[in-house]
């Protein structure tokens, strides 16, 4: 890392560019946004950009990720729900399905924020660029790393910029720090290539689970009290849905499929698949309620972790973050809590005075906090799956966990919390909830979600 802290640069205005952008304000004397898209476009399915295609799909920030986002934003959880988003406790205002064992209601202490990836994200955005020392320059493609030298060794002094509009040819934007967070599709891998440096290795999970989801005119009590109902998947049933309350007067449901199962593709399949998850409930106030948006689908065909942290070499002056480290299942929705978390870190990292370079310390801590996140997800994947000895393992003692969750209020806010990272999942390896699981019956095989050629698996 350079000693100069006059300029960083964050490639990606997503919710981890966003974060990371207010976090290096406190210490660089000038940051620069650059995306890709322009801030005001939005897409005809209801999404915020098209650089983030999973925008109209359901997104929670639950406790852990209001308590880090407090931290870079204060203030920001009164005004989302001054603005329209919905407040919840989960343990005792949503209905949660897993493997077919309903967890008993109780409170567990995990708060949400109900809203849309767009409402967030626009009131993240809003006060990013009010900070004094932040400019945005949008509409603006990376054409590449610009480097005081060739090949390994060489560090990163700036990047590239054109406009996505063409025009008058490229321009340099010098900066001490080069910040990649533009998602899953990042190009830092790409990057050190080209500089002589191997690519980070890279941890794997086979998800292929696709999204139907569309947004509907509800009040927040359509259900009661409930202002959630989460149904997961399982070996013979690879689908599962979402029912969410979101701003302002609308509800958010989000139907998943895995492998060749596949959810819904038009407005008119949305009911007939829905029906074969949903409760009667639920699919009463569906078949009433007002569609506002086109149905939009969106597929995750894998898990990836990027491990930086096992790198010897890393350029002076480049980072990656976000989904650009670690992007898991968004079923688990770990991202925007992974986003602000990672953050958080690197403002600690560069808050450190030492001969390390900043890379090292990053990559090391981010590695350690994204860890829980990829393994429930991993966990969570595998109880879907009877392929591999480990992964009818780790599926097996989920599913067990899961049938004791059910029957015991206790282990039910263990399991939750844990879910949600506002306690540790070692909590979850205890001696009573081992008995617990020891105590229930394994669920007889059924074929693995990869399976079956119907699309609908009905």
């Known amino acids: 890392?350079?000693?100069?802290?006059?300029?960083?640069?964050?490639?990606?205005?997503?919710?981890?560019?966003?974060?990371?952008?207010?976090?290096?304000?406190?210490?660089?004397?000038?940051?620069?946004?650059?995306?890709r898209d322009r801030i005001t476009e939005r897409r005809a399915d209801g999404g915020d950009r098209r650089g983030v295609p999973q925008s109209p799909h359901v997104h929670t920030v639950l406790t852990h990720a209001v308590q880090q986002m407090e931290q870079l934003f204060p203030g920001l959880t009164g005004q989302c729900l001054a603005d329209g988003a919905v407040g919840a406790e989960l343990g005792t205002q949503s209905r949660i399905t897993y493997h077919g064992h309903t967890l008993p209601q109780r409170f567990a202490g995990?708060?949400?924020?109900?809203?849309?990836?767009?409402?967030?994200?626009?009131?993240?955005?809003?006060?990013?660029?009010?900070?004094?020392?932040?400019?945005?320059?949008?509409?603006?493609?990376?054409?590449?790393?610009?480097?005081?030298?060739?090949?390994?060794?060489?560090?990163?002094?700036?990047?590239?910029?054109?406009?996505?509009?063409?025009?008058?040819?490229?321009?340099?934007?010098?900066?001490?720090?080069?910040?990649?967070?533009?998602?899953?599709?990042?190009?830092?891998?790409?990057?050190?290539?080209?500089?002589?440096?191997?690519?980070?290795?890279?941890?794997?999970?086979?998800?292929?689970?696709?999204?139907?989801?569309?947004?509907?005119?509800?009040?927040?009590?359509?259900l009661g009290s409930d202002r959630a109902v989460m149904i997961g998947a399982t070996s013979s049933r690879p689908r599962g849905m979402v029912f969410a309350a979101q701003e302002n007067g609308s509800w958010v449901v989000s139907l998943h499929a895995y492998g060749r199962c596949r959810p819904p593709t038009t407005d008119?399949?949305?009911?007939?698949?829905?029906?074969?998850?949903?409760?009667?409930?639920?699919?009463?106030?569906?078949?009433h309620a007002e569609p506002l948006d086109p149905l939009a689908v969106y597929r995750f065909p894998c898990g990836i972790r990027r491990r930086y942290d096992r790198l010897k070499h890393f350029p002076e002056g480049l980072l990656a973050i976000g989904d650009a480290l670690c992007s898991v299942n968004p079923v688990y929705g770990a991202g925007i809590s992974l986003a602000a978390r990672e953050a958080l870190l690197l403002g600690d990292c560069l808050a450190q005075e030492g001969a390390e370079p900043v890379a090292r310390r990053f990559f090391s801590c981010?590695?350690?906090?994204?860890?829980?996140?990829?393994?429930?997800?991993?966990?969570?994947?595998?109880?879907?799956?009877?392929?591999?000895?480990?992964?009818?393992?780790?599926?097996s003692s989920f599913r067990r966990l899961m049938a004791a969750a059910a029957s015991d209020p206790t282990t039910a806010s263990a399991v939750l919390r844990s879910l949600a990272f506002v306690d540790s999942p070692l909590g979850l390896v205890r001696p009573r909830i081992l008995r617990q699981m020891l105590h229930q019956r394994e669920p007889s095989a059924g074929p693995p979600h990869a399976g079956g050629a119907d699309r609908r698996c009905g």
């Open 1 to 35: 890392m350079p000693a100069t802290r006059d300029h960083a640069v964050v490639l990606g205005a997503g919710i981890a560019g966003l974060c990371t952008a207010a976090v290096l304000t406190r210490h660089f004397a000038r940051v620069t946004l650059v995306e």
């Open 110 to 222: 995990v708060d949400a924020i109900m809203a849309s990836r767009p409402f967030l994200e626009t009131r993240l955005r809003e006060r990013t660029l009010r900070l004094t020392s932040l400019s945005l320059r949008d509409g603006a493609e990376i054409t590449g790393l610009v480097t005081d030298g060739t090949g390994r060794g060489a560090a990163v002094r700036g990047v590239g910029l054109c406009s996505r509009t063409g025009g008058s040819g490229g321009e340099v934007l010098e900066a001490d720090l080069v910040v990649d967070a533009m998602g899953r599709g990042a190009r830092s891998g790409a990057w050190l290539e080209q500089l002589g440096y191997p690519r980070a290795p890279e941890e794997r999970t086979r998800i292929d689970v696709t999204y139907a989801s569309r947004h509907f005119a509800l009040p927040p009590d359509a």
């Open 268 to 287: 008119e399949e949305l009911l007939d698949f829905a029906a074969t998850i949903a409760p009667p409930d639920v699919m009463n106030v569906l078949r």
């Open 366 to 395: 981010a590695h350690h906090a994204t860890r829980p996140a990829w393994w429930l997800s991993k966990i969570g994947d595998y109880s879907l799956v009877r392929e591999g000895f480990s992964a009818r393992l780790l599926g």
